[in-house]
């Protein structure tokens, strides 16, 4: 008997959810006609444009303010979230079994305040987050561990890296905190980048990834960075930036480009377009997240970034993919990030110069080893045939939206209509 399960992630730009979700749906319904996979999203969202068709992989159409329910017999695969904010349109028999898979560090901050920048700046203040959440929030708190308890007992919640479960462990005040790692997939390649002969003098930079605030500060400071080594290098340097967003504009507006130095923004290209684009015009991808692994199938050597909800100032430690611990794709910015006057960007172009083969065989072998999607799709099945949580396993007290989470949802969203049933 086949497996049944059902991705949920309405959302209607290319950006690394939808590309991971869609992904798997494809993956699980060509290697067997008997699973059953449903895709919930808008009709022109980023899942709903990519999904393959086949009569075993369906759309659920997603409408916002119009109410539907996830197939009952299918288990419900979302990226984590506080429970009281999933969306209203959700309406989830008690009996579907339910996977959280915690895709961002963020996923499971619990919201003290309704301003993002009051909340983003408590975040960064731990000390008096700490406070706040022991003195003031201390029952939503323990709500929100006792959520995670039973999820991780029924064995309905994984984290993507350390980095996402460090971040937990500390915004809900919970150090002893232990769940099983389920590292994000691509598919792999059977084409490779071909080293150039030209990168003592003519290098290619490619960014992919939303133009958003928490990647485009650090991919900012990358920016000048490399626009300044052009010229103390004498070395060519085109940075290309793959992806769109609202900071596309404040990109746009950088007084980086010189006699040494150009950026060029490409903006968004369809998936199928990519690995043409990255085997052409890219000798080191620059990136976070899924997006990294999109360089490193092809073998090409890729730097990874760190997330910033801030302006990066100071001398960040930049890292190669194969360089980093625990799964770790990108981790919000901290002290321990930076240290004073290191050359590794320096380090890296003269590597890229002296030891590009060495460097693609190593990218290579990372990716094979922990996300090529051939090894990964076993452990996923494994992974979701083991999880026994029920939506009725979660207690109604921490599904309860406040007045304010209810405001704003009827604003953004409309007051949910009619229930549609799959």
């Known amino acids: 008997m086949g497996l049944s399960v059902c991705f949920f992630f309405p959302y209607k730009e290319v950006s690394g959810v939808p590309v991971l979700f869609y ?29 393959v068709n086949l009569p075993n992989l369906l759309l659920i159409p997603f409408e916002d303010g119009f109410a539907l329910t996830p197939p009952v017999d299918s288990i419900l695969i979302m990226q984590s979230i506080l429970p009281y904010a999933m969306r209203p349109e959700l309406i989830i028999n008690p009996s579907t079994r339910i996977v959280f898979w915690n895709l961002h ?21 731990y000390g008096m987050y700490s406070y706040i959440a022991k003195n003031i929030f201390s029952r939503k708190i323990r709500n929100l561990n006792n959520f995670l308890d039973i999820t991780i007992v029924k064995n309905g919640l994984w984290f993507m890296d350390k980095p996402n479960l460090d971040s937990t462990r500390r915004h809900l005040l919970r150090k002893d905190l232990e769940v099983d790692y389920l590292p994000v997939p691509v598919p792999g390649s059977m084409k490779l980048k071909v080293h150039s002969d030209h990168l003592d003098k003519r290098m290619n930079f490619t960014w992919i990834g939303r133009l958003c605030d928490f990647k485009s500060y650090i991919l900012i400071y990358t920016i000048k960075k490399l626009s300044d080594l052009a010229l103390e290098r004498n070395l060519d340097i085109n940075f290309m930036i793959i992806g769109d967003g609202p900071f596309r504009p404040k990109i746009e507006s950088l007084d980086v480009n010189n006699d040494k130095f150009a950026l060029d923004l490409l903006g968004s290209v369809s998936p199928d377009c990519l690995d043409n684009i990255l085997l052409s015009n890219t000798d080191v991808l620059v990136a976070m997240g899924t997006s990294a692994l999109e360089g490193a199938k092809l073998g090409i050597p890729t730097i990874l970034l760190d997330m910033s909800y801030f302006v990066v100032t100071g001398d960040y430690k930049f890292r190669w993919l ?23 960007l320096e380090l890296m172009v003269d590597d890229i110069i002296r030891s590009y083969k060495v460097l693609s065989d190593k990218t290579l072998r990372y990716f094979e080893a922990h996300h090529h999607i051939e090894s990964f799709i076993f452990e996923f099945k494994k992974k979701v045939m083991k999880s026994t949580l029920m939506f009725a396993d979660i207690d109604s007290k921490v599904l309860k939206k406040g007045f304010v989470r209810s405001l704003y949802e009827t604003f953004k969203y409309g007051k949910t209509k009619k229930l549609f049933n799959i």
Do not use: W
Not at 328 to 340: A, M, P
């Open 105 to 125: 560090p963020n996923n499971l901050h619990p919201n003290f305040f309704p301003s993002l920048k009051l909340q983003r700046l408590l975040h960064r203040k």
């Open 23 to 51: 992904r798997i749906a494809n993956k699980l319904a060509t290697d067997d006609t008997s699973n059953r996979i449903f895709v919930i999203d808008y009709c022109d969202g980023a899942m709903a444009k990519n999904i």
């Open 322 to 344: 194969h360089e980093t611990k625990a799964f770790d794709l990108g981790h919000e910015i901290t002290h321990l990030d930076f240290q004073k006057g290191n050359r590794t």
